[in-house]
């Protein structure tokens, strides 16, 4: 909840420490006298392990060059010590033990002067076979039950398993995965003892696992620690502890598991008013069956206020906005929580990005949201939850013609249709265990247009009713939620409109999305991920399907713009603006040029025919899609201190097509399609802050990978939109963030 005040501070700290970086002078380090800086280590004959994770390991290491080019400019010079390199061989072949080769050698160092101040250190390598995992073996399972005997063999066999190299981590994780299937069964004091067995001529590694089980346990009493904020003082406990103990669902006389243990404390913490929570079995020596648990913790922050504002420019709009929360984690007791956030703004049209001007006509926007969640609602994991909206907003969703568009001087828009969003969301969230969140949710939405005195609203514009039952389902095997290096999530958010639950919109739409992170090396990340929305309407979207024939409603354009796909944007495409990907073509209600503009950009529909308006991308508006695809590909390199930098190509695409369906008028129609690439690379910087990251990407749209084999993919198809070029040039669009763009 404090995102929008670290919003406005990190935009201040991100302007500040450029202008300190532009207006510093240069820090340049020196070589010492005699000393050499050190150019390039490079490890010769590493063929079966990753170098750079061994580079990582050594003290003889390359000088850091700034901005990845230049040494000596921000940081010290890395200075050829040859005692250093001594110890970094052993280093090497210790490097290589723990991976298997028992047999590696670092046979020598090779330092080549390049000039009489620098050297290039070459490390060579002789790796030898590496040692293959052989048989498990696991004593002492005759007093165990059979489903804890059978758990104990999966873990240890899955950790090593037969025929792989030997690695000295998968042989320590083998260890706590055994003890670990103990401990969750019910034996607390249990412990576990491995042996390994090398046979070098045979080049196998046998395995012996002693389990050493103890007596069957099960939780006694249990004790918080921490809640009381001044011990025996006068100040009150502010934090229910029967709240706690429901959420935790833990009784005494139950069987131990550490498990268990690890649920209860991410439920704690998931209440949000712990900056830290440790539970902690109290073991007795000798053992004894009963097991006392203290819950330590560490409250947070009950109460907070936010303030703040902000400031927005892209190539569809500007706008200056305010920011105002408050938030109370335990509203009327029983840790119930409830927030309220504003966001109040103006918005200068149509002064934006592509066409800086002056404002000449101001509309005010807002952001409006409540939120209330009841913890253990109907069982002791359950939270409950209800969360309102009302949103005001002028519809804008493409840039101001900029000059090569042929008009000679901005017509501003007679009418810029306004709307009411009113929202509200119940439903119930829950997670289990650590990786996997489910949330169940019915929302309702409207969309009332109108318009401010002066002008005249399109009297086909009708309300927008949107009623559907919505369940998100997330899986996150992530290493940190912030600054991910490993691991993967995947999430599947699925909805179904109208029928029995009323609206205008009667549809199912499904969205599945991936994400996977591998280490490179320790400050560089490949990231990548995936999305795919489909989107299957049963009421509306003809129109839209059929390329917006003469005659097509209001409601069918309104429907699809609010249930379809979009990309576009700092979190989607970063070559194209917010929207820029979707099926284009001509509406009145999103087009409301005056004549003089209209007849300037010959969209005039009074004096132009339907099919020539929709072919002509001047006329053209964003109007959402049925079917989506997105890839997206990062590599991304962290620096010493809170800089950063990112290389990503974005692709994908939104199509105007339902999946499954036919389409006799038009047979090449296709709603997946991958020749549609909208392909845009670029690089990216970012500046940590102490809650997230801040971002700022630019984006390159790449000729002949929007549509594949197209050069000019608007002739092609009209329906792709002309997306904005800045300074009336360069097909790139420049992308501000917080956080990572996923």
Known sequence: MPAPLALVFGRT?????????????????????????????????????????????????????????????????????????????????????????????????????????????????????????GDTRIDQLGPLSKATATAVRVAAESALPRGKRFDENAYADAQAAVLRALVSTGYAYATVRAEAHVDLPSHAIDYAITVNPGIPTVYGPITFVGLDPDGAGPR???????????????????????????????????????????????????????????VQVQPAQLRSVRLGGGAELDVIKTDVHLLAGWEDHDLLGGLRDFSVDLKPGVVFSPTSLSDFQTPQRLF????????????????????????????????????????????????????????????????????????????????????????????????????????????????????????THAGFAANIDLQVAGGPFGGTATDWRV????????????????????????????????????????????????????RGFFSGGPNSNRGYPLRGVAPHGFVPFLNPLTARAQAANNCDPNLVSAGDLQKNPLCSSP?????????????????????????????????????????????????????????????????????????????????GFQILGKSDPTQFDAAFGDPPVLFSVLPIAVAFGIGESF
């Open 13 to 133: 700290f991100v302007g500040a420490s450029l202008f300190a970086l532009l207006t510093a002078p240069c820090g340049c380090a020196s070589i010492p006298q005699g000393g050499a800086a050190i150019d390039s280590v490079r490890i010769v004959g590493a063929t079966s392990i990753d170098a750079r994770a061994l580079g990582d390991k050594l003290a003889t290491t390359e000088s850091p060059r700034f901005l990845g080019l230049l040494s000596g400019v921000a940081n010290d010079y890395s200075i050829y010590d040859p005692s250093v390199l001594q110890r970094d061989l052993a280093r090497v072949e210790r490097f290589y033990r723990a991976r298997g080769f028992f047999e590696a050698r670092a046979r020598v160092a090779r330092v080549i002067h390049t000039s009489p101040d620098r050297v290039r250190i070459e490390i060579v390598v002789a790796e030898g076979e590496p040692v293959l995992n």
């Open 236 to 294: 009150p406990q502010e934090i229910d502890e029967r709240v706690l103990r429901r959420v935790m669902n833990m009784r005494a006389g139950r069987p131990f598991s550490s498990t268990e243990i690890d649920s209860s404390t991410q439920a704690l913490l998931d209440l949000e008013v712990f900056s830290a929570v440790q539970i902690v079995p109290s073991l007795s020596d000798p053992p004894k069956p009963v097991v006392p648990l203290v």
């Open 364 to 483: 005010y926007e807002q952001r409006l949201r409540l939120q209330f969640r009841q913890p253990g609602a109907f069982e002791a994991r359950t939270t409950a939850f209800v969360r309102p909206e009302l949103n005001i907003y002028p519809l804008l969703v493409e840039p101001s013609p900029p000059p090569k568009k042929g008009v000679a001087n901005y017509v501003e828009p007679s009418v810029v249709p306004n709307y009411v969003e009113p929202k509200v969301s119940a439903g119930v969230e829950r997670r289990f265990g650590k990786h996997l969140f489910t949330t169940l949710a019915y929302n309702f939405q409207g969309e009332k247009p109108f318009t401010y005195p002066g002008q005249q609203l399109d009297p086909s514009l009708p309300t927008v009713l949107l009623s559907f039952p919505q369940l998100v389902t997330q899986i996150d095997f992530r290493d940190n939620p912030v600054h």
């Open 511 to 562: 969205q599945p999305d991936v994400e996977g992170y591998i280490p490179i090396t320790r400050d560089v990340t490949f990231a990548v991920s995936g999305t795919l929305g489909l989107l299957f309407p049963v009421n509306y979207g003809q129109s839209v399907e059929n390329g917006l024939p003469a005659g097509a409603t209001a409601t069918d354009i309104q429907t699809v713009y609010f």
């Open 623 to 703: 109007i959402g899609g049925f079917t989506q695809w997105e890839a997206t590909a990062e590599l991304r390199i962290a620096s010493s201190g809170p800089w950063g930098g990112v290389l990503f190509c974005d692709a994908g695409d939104v199509s105007q097509y339902v999946l499954f369906r036919s389409y006799p008028s038009n047979p090449n129609a296709r709603a997946l399609r991958f020749n549609y690439l909208h392909m845009s690379c670029g690089v990216g910087a970012r500046y940590d802050t102490p809650v997230v990251p801040i971002r700022l990407d630019v984006g390159y749209r790449i000729p």
